[in-house]
């Protein structure tokens, strides 16, 4: 089998700064038209995505060792995974999961600390992959936190908790001036493969 086409530093700057332009373009479409749930949806996930690809090349940028390909991949699918657990509300009327809270139950701190708790007590894949899930829940709540209030202590309080969009907009172009400045470190892995 052919092996995959490597990428060049100048491609990860170019996606870099295409990814925090796409998230910040999303975010004041939404804001200008107040979309409809479904198109909501269409345009939140692939900035939730790109969110975490840009947090996660800056942590690559900046990790002294190469991120487990792993690791990545399963922060990567839970940032945008986790919003399963609007089916039942959305799909089906149901508020199993939001009964008080403004987002589902899942949303919230009590996920991230399962995961983080996995991923210290276990070895080997299992660990790598709790901290995989425990990642994608960080960053997919930070983008959360920013566009709409979160129960984020739940079950302890159903308080909603936000953070300004500007310090979420601030983290993201932090993570993409870092993904700039170190294109190198991003693309270790692929080097050693
Ligand atoms: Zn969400």
Do not use: K
Request: glycine share 4%; with cysteine; net charge positive.
């Amino acid at each position: 089998m052919a092996p995959p086409p490597r990428l060049r530093p100048r491609a990860v700057v170019l996606a870099a700064a295409l990814g925090l332009a796409l998230v910040l373009l999303i975010d004041r479409f939404v804001e200008a038209e107040s979309p409809s749930y479904v198109v909501l949806g269409l345009v939140d996930e692939p900035a939730h995505f790109t969110t975490a690809a840009l947090c996660l090349a800056a942590l690559a940028a900046l990790w002294p060792r190469p991120l487990p390909r792993a690791y990545v991949l399963v922060a990567l699918a839970a940032s945008v995974l986790i919003d399963a657990d609007h089916v039942p509300d959305a799909v089906f009327d149901s508020q199993v999961l939001t009964s008080g809270t403004p987002r589902p139950y899942p949303h919230s701190m009590t996920t991230l600390a399962l995961a983080a708790l996995v991923a210290l007590a276990a070895r080997g894949r299992l660990r790598v992959v709790a901290a995989g899930i425990a990642t994608g829940v960080a960053l997919h709540l930070l983008r959360d936190l920013a566009t709409a209030p979160v129960a984020l202590w739940w079950p302890l309080t159903p308080r909603h908790v936000t953070i300004p969009y500007v310090a979420y907009g601030c983290a993201l172009t932090a993570a993409a001036a870092l993904v700039v400045a170190r294109p190198g470190r991003v693309l270790r892995a692929q080097a050693r493969e």
